[in-house]
């Protein structure tokens, strides 16, 4: 693993490109740039993080090769469902799979370990459940939601009449909309999640307004899945009818997706992944989702995502005792959005200047942003993949103040430019 000062100290290949260089030139030389890049930036990306070298071990291992279409539960029928024969083991990784994440997130659900992404998982819990036209209640991309939340260029604004809540003028989900909308709509599921929300999300009103108008409750808790497995963020276990979440961002394992939901709905979302929207399983990412749960498990894993929480609070604050503007004023998670609609200049150019010395961070649109989604008066900003190197408050501190320099020489710029 990459240490905080940018050194590998990890005793797996991760920089395993001069392997690849002896037959692949091209791919071994990109991959050797990347790595550097990597290792020598700060990494502020809120979706991403560094997952163990167990885990990119498995990732990379003798199970990328096997085929196991289908399931290896026994279903009604008393058939182990899979199309293809030498599934033993295979078999009895991916039950054990599914046996960890019910003990990480301490729940009796199904869960589906096969979504080959967090956009497959929500497309998969979205077909357990609903029929193309039905109406989906939701948060929108421009307020923190996903694009798999219903946005018009995704597949779940195209398949579903989605209709969205709003956040209130600090930047907070608001609940007497929800209510209010949910209500006037009667939708057939309401769905919450976001990839840029810095707030603890009420699970449990959202599911009291679902059952007043009899919609199902869907919960995407992608971002803050590690957060829920550590006890730093409330569960929605118990409160929604289908739970989805990706493995790579604060869970910290590889890149994929689970689909967990009330036992009634098992069979449908195990035949919403497979056949209907995916073919085989990846097992040897199956694999590095088992291990990234036995991590999970770990008393480390909850002394690190209390870190990352306690990181973000730091970091979050240097910002504002330097006069930023923060939507929602603050956050309670891992991730925060700087509002930059008081600049001249945009989230975009915030991002290409802090590309440019070595901070990794992205554009991102505010609620109510006048700026084109390509351009943005935001950046999102969280400390999931730094404290995994190691990074604490005083380091996000000095952080901060190396982002308000080039922030200060930017707008220098364009104002001179102007
Ligand atoms: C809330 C949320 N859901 C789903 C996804 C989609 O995950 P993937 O990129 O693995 O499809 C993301 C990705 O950033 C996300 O933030």
């Given at each position: 693993?990459?240490?905080k000062?940018?050194?590998?100290?990890?005793?797996?290949?991760?920089?395993?490109?001069?392997?690849?260089?002896?037959?692949?030139?091209?791919?071994?030389?990109?991959?050797?740039?990347?790595?550097?890049?990597?290792?020598?930036?700060v990494e502020l990306i809120a979706s991403e993080n560094?997952?163990?070298?167990?885990?990119?071990?498995?990732?990379?291992?003798?199970?990328?090769?096997?085929?196991?279409?289908?399931?290896?539960?026994?279903?009604?029928?008393?058939?182990?469902?899979?199309?293809?024969?030498?599934?033993?083991?295979?078999?009895?990784?991916?039950?054990?799979?599914?046996?960890?994440?019910?003990?990480?997130?301490?729940?009796?659900?199904?869960?589906?370990?096969?979504?080959?992404?967090?956009?497959?998982?929500?497309?998969?819990?979205?077909?357990?459940?609903?029929?193309?036209?039905?109406?989906?209640?939701?948060?929108?991309?421009?307020?923190g939601?996903?694009?798999?939340?219903?946005?018009?260029?995704?597949?779940?604004?195209?398949?579903?009449?989605?209709?969205?809540?709003?956040v209130d003028e600090k930047g907070y989900i608001?609940?007497?909309?929800?209510?209010?909308?949910?209500?006037?709509?009667?939708?057939?599921?309401?769905?919450?999640?976001a990839?840029a929300y810095s707030r603890i999300i009420?699970?449990?009103?959202?599911?009291?307004?679902?059952?007043?108008?009899?919609?199902?409750?869907?919960?995407?808790?992608?971002h803050i899945?590690g957060l829920?497995?550590a006890g730093e963020h409330?569960?929605?276990?118990?409160?929604?009818?289908?739970?989805?979440?990706?493995?790579?961002?604060t869970?910290?394992?590889?890149?994929?997706?689970?689909?967990?939901?009330?036992?009634?709905?098992?069979?449908?979302?195990?035949?919403?992944?497979?056949?209907?929207?995916?073919?085989?399983?990846?097992?040897?990412?199956?694999?590095?989702?088992?291990?990234?749960?036995?991590?999970?498990?770990?008393?480390?894993?909850k002394t690190y995502e209390h870190q990352v929480v306690v990181n973000c609070a730091a970091l979050c604050d240097e910002f504002l005792k330097m006069g930023y503007k923060v939507v929602t004023g603050g956050t309670d998670n891992h991730v925060f959005l700087l509002d930059l609609s008081q600049f001249?200049?945009?989230g975009?150019?915030l991002q290409?200047a802090c590309?440019?010395v070595?901070i990794t961070l992205n554009k991102n649109?505010v609620p109510?942003?006048?700026?084109?989604?390509?351009?943005?008066s935001g950046v999102r900003i969280g400390t999931a993949p730094m404290t995994t190197r190691g990074f604490k408050e005083e380091d996000f501190r000095a952080v901060a103040r190396r982002i308000d320099e080039v922030v200060k020489?930017l707008d220098?710029?364009?104002?001179?430019?102007?």
């Amino acid at each position: 693993m990459f240490n905080k000062d940018g050194k590998d100290d990890s005793t797996y290949n991760v920089d395993n490109y001069e392997f690849i260089k002896k037959t692949s030139p091209t791919v071994g030389a990109l991959i050797e740039k990347e790595y550097n890049r990597q290792k020598n930036n700060v990494e502020l990306i809120a979706s991403e993080n560094y997952c163990s070298e167990a885990v990119l071990a498995a990732c990379g291992s003798c199970l990328s090769w096997k085929y196991a279409e289908g399931y290896p539960y026994v279903r009604t029928s008393g058939n182990k469902g899979r199309y293809y024969g030498g599934t033993e083991f295979v078999d009895q990784l991916e039950e054990y799979c599914c046996d960890k994440w019910r003990e990480v997130f301490k729940t009796d659900y199904h869960v589906n370990v096969q979504p080959h992404s967090g956009s497959q998982a929500n497309f998969a819990g979205y077909k357990a459940l609903l029929e193309p036209g039905d109406t989906i209640l939701s948060l929108s991309l421009d307020n923190g939601g996903h694009l798999t939340h219903g946005s018009s260029v995704n597949f779940s604004g195209k398949l579903y009449d989605v209709h969205f809540y709003d956040v209130d003028e600090k930047g907070y989900i608001d609940m007497d909309d929800v209510r209010k909308k949910a209500h006037d709509l009667k939708p057939k599921l309401i769905m919450t999640g976001a990839s840029a929300y810095s707030r603890i999300i009420d699970f449990k009103t959202f599911s009291e307004i679902a059952k007043e108008v009899g919609a199902y409750f869907m919960v995407d808790m992608a971002h803050i899945a590690g957060l829920v497995a550590a006890g730093e963020h409330p569960t929605p276990f118990g409160y929604a009818d289908i739970v989805t979440t990706t493995t790579h961002k604060t869970l910290r394992g590889p890149r994929g997706g689970l689909v967990f939901g009330k036992q009634e709905f098992a069979k449908k979302i195990d035949s919403a992944v497979f056949p209907y929207s995916q073919g085989g399983p990846l097992e040897h990412i199956i694999a590095g989702k088992a291990v990234c749960a036995e991590e999970a498990l770990k008393p480390e894993f909850k002394t690190y995502e209390h870190q990352v929480v306690v990181n973000c609070a730091a970091l979050c604050d240097e910002f504002l005792k330097m006069g930023y503007k923060v939507v929602t004023g603050g956050t309670d998670n891992h991730v925060f959005l700087l509002d930059l609609s008081q600049f001249s200049f945009s989230g975009r150019d915030l991002q290409e200047a802090c590309d440019a010395v070595g901070i990794t961070l992205n554009k991102n649109a505010v609620p109510n942003d006048k700026r084109s989604p390509m351009q943005t008066s935001g950046v999102r900003i969280g400390t999931a993949p730094m404290t995994t190197r190691g990074f604490k408050e005083e380091d996000f501190r000095a952080v901060a103040r190396r982002i308000d320099e080039v922030v200060k020489k930017l707008d220098k710029e364009k104002k001179e430019e102007k």
